[in-house]
């Protein structure tokens, strides 16, 4: 069962929560030893709390939209239970004092978190092969990557091993491993999901978003979690709409804009054949296809590259052996451990992009860089801004190809970079997309659709997604 149909059936006592959490342990325990979703795994913690809810259940108290349903959370958002490590050995025994905002509304509203999966190593990654951790499968083809840096909660939901799981997406970290992955994942508009307790990336990117089976069930874990939470400035206090309850709007009228620049040099056919193919059943359902223009797309890769990595060698500043995390052992000096310790505790991809990112920010530099690419941000920003005065979403690839192999582009970053070409610009401008799937290559790996919406119109994109999964079964096929 998907994620919503899993909640009715608690809720009208035809599963326990209890057997449903069996269930995912049961799939966790039949495929995680060799696809490697999770990094943590607590059963005792998850069966007690499906318990509470069938007592709950049982007397007939009130209880959350989510009760008793499994799910997953990546690593890199804080509980107070097990560790948050980030994938990363700086952070290994590290135990946060509090739980993410989202971790809270989650168990509010009844989930049973039952572990935390894999990512790149504190996010930075498009293969989820930069943990520190282990590597995660992609559940199509154990020789292929799942895409990243939310691999783990992708291939989690693939694999049936939980039903919904949660992600961050700072450059394209949900929606590309959900095109790998054959599942839906949404990037909500900033600031629409508190950040609180999301340990950060980069901080004006990141964004908390559901990865799921349908869009349905996206629409029913972005309720839970999104709204205002003063803890975080730049939570933003805008009503959340009942995006459940908006699923049924019709594609006929919906205007979809297309960019070439999403369509140049370097998209793989078969993503390009699986995505008009997408459009053509929009179209044939109503909705109206036009071309726009988004004419700063081609710097997006520069701008977010230096952005993101000028945040990320702030951020992470503070992991310094001091405060807390890893500490080399056996140095007096306080610069000699400062440099020790994250010489040891940080791995290769997150040293480059603090030295990029330092470099940027550095005296001489910051105006050619850094100040420029914020330039260059307001202008990508000010292309969606126009282009959404004629269209209602925007349509593209997610990924320039399927999923790439395993260790085809961890010698070559760039190559790596330009696996997010599609994605970063969503990120820079603030603005929400979601990936859903639209159809398959000739290997037989999904290839997923995006769709772009202006600010807080969450509601509009997962109709239409809705509206498109209810006439195609791309969704239904299991990766096992």
């Known amino acids: 069962m998907n994620l919503v149909e899993t909640a009715q059936a608690i809720r009208n006592k035809e599963l326990s929560a209890v057997d449903a959490v069996r269930q995912s342990l049961d799939a966790i325990a039949r495929h995680d030893g060799k696809y490697r ?276 060698s702030s951020n992470l500043a503070r992991y310094d052996g001091v405060h807390y995390g890893h500490r080399t052992e056996g140095i007096d000096d306080v610069i000699e451990l400062y440099s020790a310790s994250r010489r040891d505790g940080f791995g290769p991809e997150v040293k480059r992009r603090i030295m990029l990112g330092t470099y940027a920010l550095s005296s001489g530099y910051y105006d050619a860089y850094y100040l420029k690419a914020l330039k260059v941000r307001t202008l990508l920003r000010r292309d969606f801004e126009r282009a959404f005065e004629t269209v209602d979403v925007i349509a593209s690839p997610v990924a320039p190809t399927t999923a790439f192999a395993l260790g085809e582009k961890t010698d070559n970053p760039l190559a790596m970079y330009l696996a997010d070409v599609y994605t970063t610009s969503v990120n820079l401008a603030g603005v929400p997309g979601i990936s859903i799937p639209c159809g398959f290559d000739g290997a037989g790996l999904p290839v997923g659709l995006q769709l772009i919406g202006p600010p807080f119109a969450e509601d509009t994109l997962l109709a239409a997604a809705h509206q498109f999964q209810l006439v195609t079964d791309h969704h239904t096929r299991a990766a096992v």
Not at 98 to 105: G, I, K, L, M, P
Not at 171 to 194: D, E, H, M, N, W
Not at 276 to 304: F, M, N, Q, W
């Open 37 to 312: 979703a999770f990094v943590q795994v607590d059963g005792d913690r998850a069966l007690s709390r499906a318990r509470e809810v069938d007592e709950a259940l049982g007397r007939g108290a009130p209880v959350g939209p989510l009760a008793g349903v499994p799910v997953g959370i990546k690593d890199n958002m804080c509980t107070r239970f097990g560790r948050t490590t980030c994938a990363s050995r700086i952070l290994h025994n590290f135990e946060a004092p509090y739980d993410a905002h989202a971790v809270e509304r989650l168990e509010r509203a009844g989930a049973i978190i039952v572990g935390k999966t894999n990512l790149d190593e504190f996010a930075m990654g498009s293969s989820t092969e930069n943990s520190s951790v282990q590597q995660t499968l992609n559940p199509w083809d154990p020789r292929r990557v799942p895409g990243g840096s939310s691999g783990g909660s992708a291939t989690a939901v693939a694999l049936g091993m939980v039903p919904g799981a949660l992600g961050s997406d700072t450059g394209g970290s949900i929606r590309q491993p959900a095109s790998f992955c054959g599942v839906v994942g949404l990037k909500p508009t900033y600031g629409r999901v508190s950040r609180h307790g999301l340990v950060a990336f980069a901080s004006s990117l990141d964004q908390i978003g559901p990865l799921a089976r349908t869009a349905a069930d996206a629409a029913l874990l972005l309720s839970v979690i999104a709204g205002y939470d003063p803890r975080d400035s730049t939570s933003v206090d805008e009503q959340v709409p009942e995006y459940e309850a908006g699923l049924d709007r019709p594609l006929r009228g919906l205007r979809i804009g297309i960019a070439p620049e999403y369509f140049s040099e370097g998209l793989d056919d078969p993503v390009r054949s699986a995505v008009e193919a997408a459009l053509d059943v929009y179209r044939k359902h109503g909705a109206v296809v036009s071309e726009i223009r988004l004419p700063h797309t081609r710097y997006a890769i520069a701008c977010y590259y230096l952005v993101a990595t000028a945040e990320a």
